[in-house]
Structures are given as C-alpha cells and as structure tokens.
C-alpha cells in the first residue's frame, strides 16, 4: 500500500508525464510526414502512389478513420476511410485535435490542403487503457509488491521460528500431492513426509521424521546398490543436480519402486547458506516394467524380422538362382535379359548375347564321374562371373550351356571377350581337376545390330553361332553373319540324308583304324537304326584307351544328330 500511495501522490502533483501532449505531437509528426510524400508524388504526376500512401496509412495506423486530399476550395482529389462521413470541417476553418489539415505548395502558391480525420483524443486514450494508462502501473506494482512482500516475510517468519517451516495449513496440501516428497534439512535429516511417499515405501511419518535420507535403501535404476552419496546431497552442496533422475527404492515391505526424482534447494536468499532441499518422487514403476516387457516384445519382434528377411533372402536365391553354380536360372535370367533387351531397343543402344557350351561334356561325366562334371560346370560359372561386369547377366541355360548379356556392348567386343573367356578355360584358370583332363569351350556371340527383331531371335542367332563352332572344331569363338544361315542348313538336313541311306540297307558297318596296334588292329562300329551315318564314312581312332569309344560315340551322335539309346557298339580284337 506505501508504494501504491506513492504513485498516485506523484501523479496528483504532475510529475507523471501527459500522454495526451505526446499524441498530438505524434499527429502532428503523421500529418506533416504525409504531405511532404504526397506533394512529392503530385508534383511527378503519380497519382496511383498518391492514392496508395493514403490507403497505407489509413489501414496501417488505428488512430486514423479517414485522409483526403482537397485542390483549392473545390471538391477532393483523392480520398479514402470513407472521408465525407468523418470530416466536418470547412475549409476555411482551423484544424482540431481530431481533424488536421495541412497545406500542399505548388510554385509557392498554396495548390491544395491535406485533410486527416483522427479518432477523437478521449477515445484513443481509453482504448489503450489497460496497455498504457497509469492505473495499470498502478495494479501491476500494487500485484508485484505484495507477492515480494510474502515472500520476503515467509523467509523472515522461517528464520524466526524453524519449528514452524512447514505449518499445519501447507502440511495438509503438500499431502495431496500424488508425487512423493520428502524435505530434508542442511545435514540431510528428513523433516517431513507427505502422504503418498508413506504409502509407497510402508514408513510412517514418525520412522522417517529425525532419519537421514541417505540412510534408505536406495538402488541404482539398473538394479545395482547405490554407492556413494544419494544424488540430491549435491543440492545441499550448492551444486546442481546431475543427470540421474532415476532411482530405485527397496520399501519396508521388501518391494522395489522406481522413481523419477528431483530436487531444489531451500535457502534464506542469495548468498545464504543452503538450509535443505525439497525432493519429489514420481512412482514409475509400472512405466518400467511396461517399457521392459515392450523392449523384450521389440527384441523379438527385430529377431523375427531377420529370420524373415534371411528367410525371403533364401526364398530369392532359391527362386533366381541355380543351385549348383549360383548363377541366374533360366527363368531370372530371361526375365533380366528381356528388360535389357526392350530397353536396348527403346534407347537404340548396343546389346550382345554370348551362348557357350562345354565341348565333350558328356565325355567327363562318362569317363571321370558326375561329380567331376559339377566341379567343371562350377569352375566355368566361376570364370564367367569373375570376368563380367555388375550390370551384364550371366545365367546358367541348362546343362552345360550358358548364355552371357552384354548391354552396350557391340559384336567385336563381344567376340574379344568371348575369346579371352575360351583362353581361360582352355587354360584351366590355375585349376586341375583330375590328371590328364583338360576342358575347352564353344562360343557363339550375336548382337542387337544384326537384325534381330525380338529376344528370341538374338538367342537363335547366337544358338546357331554356337552349333557352328562345333561343326568347325570346337573350343573357338564364332560371331552370327547372314552367311551362317546356309552351313546351318546343311547341318540340319544331314539326318534327313542318312534316312534316305538306311533305306538301302538295315545295317552298316564301319571301320574304325587303329595307330597302336598293340591295343587292337581293328574295331568295327556297328550302328543299328541309325539314321545319320553315311556309307564309306570312316573315323581315325588316336587313342590307345578304349575308353576313345565313348567320345568317338559322342562324335557320331553329333554327326548323326541321333541319341546315343539307338546307337549299338561293337568293338572286335584280333584274338
């Protein structure tokens, strides 16, 4: 109330200031200000920014209801705020407190006048009352004053009288607090208790009263025993409290609570000694064991998403894959190679096909055992991945045939790089299978720039490439021409010819001549059915194994284009 009597005493005496002076000086500031810009724009013949400084300032300032601009005594130039309804002075009369008028130059002769309608004084005043007006000074420190006042005459009463820190009245709200709280004095002796911390820990009041805190049976959050000084004693310290605001509390009935703590400090003012701390309790124990049972749920549920990626994982090998050699399966393969394809055709972009084939496969899996055969087709696999690029396809097409795609690649890369693939099968690549087996492989290589309309056709052409390295030798590399089409021809009507010859006679028999005599002198094939061998064809045996038969058996059945379940061998010695 002193201070309160103060201010209005100043205020009877004038030593507040008048803000009423200072709005008419602001007016008159306003006034002036938009003539000078509005002459400025008159004397350039820019009426459009004229208008728009008017309406600016009507719109930007809430003292102003309207603004006009009168040329002589006759009628308004330009006007906006709805000027005709707020102005009622004349020309010829004085400006007001609310109605100011200010004359325009032209040349030195007074050209026109500048008219602004302002809220009235009284009015401006009360709307901004409750921002500005002394009174609000008034309540504002009258409101400050006495909250500083309590406050500073609790702490004198605190100081005065201790045993009376906490009154009955503040004891029966503090223990209506959901939270725990315990108080503690300077040397951590536990003053007060509220309610609910008795009930969560099973002490009473009257065990806790007169006991150090420290002295509980606190824990670590992660279950461990607390060592060392309780976190809050730092408070008591003048130290701010650490990040641990977890803590574990072993209660009279053998049960653990968890709480999220915190603490204050309770002093006489700055620079006073500390003389305890506040500390609140906030029961998390239920929180806990959810976000325990849900990260175990979590736990799981990441190791299942990993059995189920491995799993999918495994799933797309098995679906794309061959299981023998790793390489695209037919049908991945194809699903890729025809992607490349149309877009090769899309971008007009180069795009080569490589088929190759093991020569005399069925040969290894006769003469040294099927397993042989799979580490052969495993060890090509190997060679043909090593040596092509991220983006091309290389897939197993079946058997002991592969296909390779090489996007934008053209025919002679193609053909150089099928050539290097041949040298290093033929040259084992550093590996040996079984003593005295060497492989070799056949190549035919096509390319989109040849005519193929479709992916079938690179494939066919490619696939005829191929057929073409077998009839020349095999274990070389043969690219797709025009020219191809005529020798490919003739090899497929090669059976037909040898039907026509078997009609002439149920069997033939033709002599095989051997260089080693010591093995044998003579061994004739015998070739029941057959529809692909002519008469008088005669095969040069090197060998001085028997096992010779089976390749020069291979041989026939490419010749012939028969299976090998019709052909019937007999091989007689000389005794």
Not at 116 to 125: A, K, T
Not at 186 to 208: P, V, W, Y
Not at 308 to 322: E, G, K, V, Y
Not at 423 to 440: A, D, N, P, R, Y
Request: aromatic share 6%.
């Amino acid at each position: 109330m002193l201070t309160v009597s103060m201010l209005l005493l100043s205020d009877m005496f004038g030593l507040v200031p008048n803000t009423k002076v200072s709005e008419l000086q602001s007016r008159k500031v306003i006034a002036e200000s938009l003539a000078i810009q509005l002459a400025s724009h008159f004397l350039d013949g820019q009426m459009k920014a004229a208008e728009q400084v008017i309406r600016s300032v009507v719109e930007r300032n809430e003292n102003i209801l309207s603004a006009a601009v009168r040329k002589g005594t006759d009628g308004h130039v330009l006007k906006y705020g709805g000027h005709n309804e707020h102005w009622s002075l004349k020309p010829d009369e004085e400006s007001t407190t609310d109605q100011l008028q200010v004359p325009l130059y032209r040349g030195g002769d007074r050209w026109g006048t500048v008219e602004l309608r302002f809220v009235d004084l009284d009015d401006s005043e009360g709307s901004s009352t409750v921002k500005n007006s002394f009174i609000t000074v008034i309540l504002f420190v009258g409101f400050a004053g006495f909250c500083a006042y309590l406050v500073f005459l609790k702490r004198v009463m605190r100081e005065l009288h201790p045993d009376q820190v906490i009154p009955p009245r503040v004891r029966r709200a503090l223990d209506t607090l959901a939270e725990g709280l315990l108080i503690v004095d300077g040397k951590d002796n536990i003053i007060f208790s509220n309610a609910a911390f008795s009930r969560k820990t099973g002490f009473s009041e009257q065990q806790l009263v007169g006991r150090k805190s420290s002295e509980l049976e606190w824990e670590a959050a992660d279950g461990d025993s607390w060592e060392g000084e309780v976190p809050w004693l730092c408070v008591l310290n003048g130290e701010e409290l650490s990040n641990v605001n977890r803590i574990k509390l072993k209660t009279a009935l053998r049960d653990t609570f968890t709480f999220d703590f915190n603490a204050s400090p309770i002093d006489s003012g700055a620079g006073k000694k500390i003389q305890g701390a506040l500390i609140t309790f906030d029961d998390v124990t239920e929180v806990e064991i959810k976000n325990q049972q849900l990260h175990r749920t979590l736990e799981k549920l990441e190791q299942t998403q990993l059995e189920i990626s491995r799993q999918n994982q495994q799933l797309q090998l098995l679906a794309t894959r061959d299981s023998l050699t790793g390489l695209l399966n037919r049908r991945a393969f194809f699903e890729g190679f025809r992607a490349l394809f149309v877009e090769a055709k899309q971008e007009d972009e180069e795009l080569s096909f490589i088929m190759l084939d093991i020569d005399h496969f069925k040969l290894v899996n006769d003469q040294y055992g099927h397993a042989v055969g799979d580490k052969v087709i495993k060890f090509l696999a190997n060679i043909l991945t090593e040596s092509s690029r991220p983006i091309d396809l290389v897939g197993r097409f079946g058997g002991e045939e592969f296909c390779i795609v090489l996007p934008g690649i053209g025919i002679k890369i193609a053909a150089e790089i099928a050539e290097r693939l041949r040298l290093l099968v033929e040259k084992g690549h550093g590996v040996k299978f079984t003593s005295g087996m060497q492989i070799s492989s056949s190549f035919g290589v096509s390319c989109l720039a040849d005519g193929a309309h479709d992916l079938n056709g690179l494939l066919e052409q490619a696939d005829k490439a191929l057929y073409a390295a077998k009839r020349g030798g095999r274990n070389r590399v043969v690219c797709w021409a025009s020219d191809l089409q005529e020798d490919v021809a003739e090899g497929v009507s090669r059976p037909e010819k040898g039907e026509q010859a078997l009609k002439d006679t149920e069997e033939q028999t033709y002599t095989i001549e051997e260089n080693n005599s010591e093995a044998f002198d003579q061994a004739l094939i015998s070739v029941d059915e057959s529809r692909g061998v002519e008469k008088g064809d005669a095969i040069q045996v090197q060998d001085n194994d028997l096992n010779h038969a089976r390749d020069t058996r291979l041989d026939l059945e490419e010749t012939t284009g028969m299976p090998s379940r019709i052909l019937v061998w007999t091989v007689l010695v000389r005794p």
